[in-house]
């Protein structure tokens, strides 16, 4: 069963949990107990693909989904037609003590596919497991890759509508192509006259609108989000450290039972927390190498215990980690207090009053005993890109670098031998323009296409299928509206269908 993070009595299956999202106080539902596995379980894994590996796992999590349905939804989310590559999420190897998790492959190219083309086929279920009968309509503030991800994986599942709304002028130009052309009958997508920060207010404003849902749950809608705190979506993210794992032992990279490290991007701390997850369930996990990029909140947080979310905001080459507040930390939290709810709850609110709070010691302690955390500035994720790529001949995303960058701290700092995994979170032609500067140093501002042709040439890497594809794909989404129109455009676009 889950219960919250911020306590209560209540306890749900995991298809409540997936359908709720958040909990009615405010916390995260975590699974009350979670499971544990040996050496054995995990050496058979070697002998399964992707798919197998994830109903292996996802059955311990997600009991009261049987195995067909798990495996029917596992199927749709991590098939041929979804990914690119084979293997689902490959390691790579660049010399004897580190590799490269590659979790790109799916549909958007972003790390976010893994678990958003899972979700809305957990949640499809939900929903008939709970028996409701509302349509359910999805909102998502998107600085440019969870919008992407969630549209292809929520698109043409029914008795879903989604709307996604971004800054106009805020995302990328690949980014905002991707978007304006996504197809399924489900779905709008929308500009907003205004920059992030307003989009995403403009969506919690509709949320917290009593009135306005009120008003929709008589036209038999309700809204729902598919951010990161959801259970559904952290779920999907434990299975790649296990299948990560077995594909080192089946290469002969590591031994039965030796530990490794990991060393996650991150930002909304989802990523880094499903490895906790598996390491808390049993898998061989040295350190969990957090990194950060000039938003070093998390950095700060793990070094000293105090986490202060009052600091200027940076934008930086890694943007889908431009994050200051990790909602997902009240989850580890939680689990290191030794399930202490009224203290998380005693934080989260000081957070919410004051910007921040201070762990005790003995927390601080813990924390450290198994992540280990730094930054990289912008100037130090280029050079990291043009060394990995002159060092290795490998071509690596600016978030990917940033991840490289730290785990290079870390080695320098500590003496540690264990191997590393870099969980690498973007292909580098999503962020086509920092990586080709990044490389050559300096390139004309030339045509979207053009920079994707030149980046295939300079990695030997074809471009994604779907990103190439977007050159032909014709624009279907012209909606544009101001901040303080975005309930009113939500009503539009429900009445328009
Ligand atoms: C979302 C994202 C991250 C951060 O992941 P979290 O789970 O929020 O920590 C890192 N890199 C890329 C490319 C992402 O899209």
Same mark, same amino acid.
């Given at each position: 069963m889950y219960i919250s993070t911020r306590g209560g009595e209540e306890q749900l299956t995991a298809a409540q949990a997936i359908l709720k999202g /958040?909990?009615? &106080?405010g916390g995260l539902y975590v699974p009350e107990d979670i499971p544990a596995i040996d050496h054995t379980w995990i050496a058979n894994l070697q002998e399964m693909n992707y798919c197998e590996r994830a109903q292996a796992v996802l059955n311990l999590f997600l009991t009261d989904y049987n195995a067909d349905e798990l495996a029917t939804c596992i199927q749709a989310a991590y098939g041929a037609d979804k990914f690119d590559?084979?293997?689902v999420a490959p390691v790579v190897k660049l010399d004897a003590g580190s590799y490269i998790l590659e979790l790109w492959h799916g549909p958007t190219s972003a790390f976010k596919d893994m678990a958003l083309q899972l979700l809305p086929h957990l949640l499809s279920l939900s929903l008939e497991k709970t028996g409701e009968n509302a349509q359910i309509v999805i909102l998502v503030a998107t600085s440019g890759d969870t919008g992407k991800a969630a549209l292809e994986g929520f698109k043409d599942v029914k008795q879903i509508r989604m709307i996604v709304f971004y800054p106009q002028d805020g995302v990328s130009e690949i980014q905002r192509l991707q978007m304006v052309t996504q197809e399924g009958n489900n779905v709008a997508v929308v500009a907003v006259t205004g920059n992030f920060d307003d989009t995403q207010t403009g969506v919690k404003q509709i949320f917290n609108d009593t009135a306005f849902n009120a008003q929709l749950a008589e036209e038999g809608y309700q809204f729902s989000s598919a951010n990161s705190i959801n259970w559904g979506r952290l779920v =999907?993210? *434990?299975?790649y450290y296990f299948s990560a794992y077995a594909d080192m032992l089946k290469q002969g990279a590591i031994e039965t039972g030796e530990k490794v490290n990991f060393v996650v991007p991150t930002g909304n701390f989802g990523n880094i927390l499903a490895g906790y997850y598996a390491y808390r369930m049993g898998? =061989?996990? &040295?350190k969990l190498i957090c990194a950060a990029n000039s938003n070093n909140v998390l950095a700060d947080f793990l070094q000293t215990g105090c986490y202060d979310r009052r600091r200027e905001f940076h934008k930086t080459?890694? =943007?889908?980690?431009? *994050?200051? /507040?990790?909602? &997902?930390l009240e989850r580890l939290l939680y689990h290191l207090t030794g399930e202490n709810a009224g203290q998380v709850s005693e934080w989260m609110k000081e957070l919410n009053e004051k910007g921040s709070y201070q762990v005790s010691e003995p927390v601080l302690a813990a924390l450290q005993h198994l992540f280990w955390a730094d930054w990289a500035s912008d100037s130090q994720t280029t050079e990291t890109i043009a060394a990995v790529h002159e060092k290795f001949g490998y071509t690596c995303d600016p978030h990917t670098a940033v991840a490289w960058g730290v785990c290079e701290k870390y080695r320098a700092q500590t003496a540690d031998q264990t191997k590393a995994v870099i969980l690498s979170t973007a292909s580098p032609f999503k962020f086509n323009t920092s990586v080709l500067s990044a490389l050559q140093g300096s390139f004309d501002g030339a045509d979207e296409f053009v920079i994707l042709e030149q980046l295939s040439q300079l990695s030997g890497w074809p471009i994604p299928r779907q990103l190439a594809a977007l050159e032909q794909k014709q624009r279907l989404h012209y909606i544009a509206c101001k901040p303080q129109e975005m309930a009113k455009t939500v009503q539009e676009i429900l009445n328009n269908k």
């Open positions: /958040i909990a009615g &106080n590559h084979s293997e =999907p993210q *434990i299975v898998l =061989p996990i &040295n080459l890694s =943007p889908s980690m431009d *994050i200051l /507040i990790s909602s &997902n």
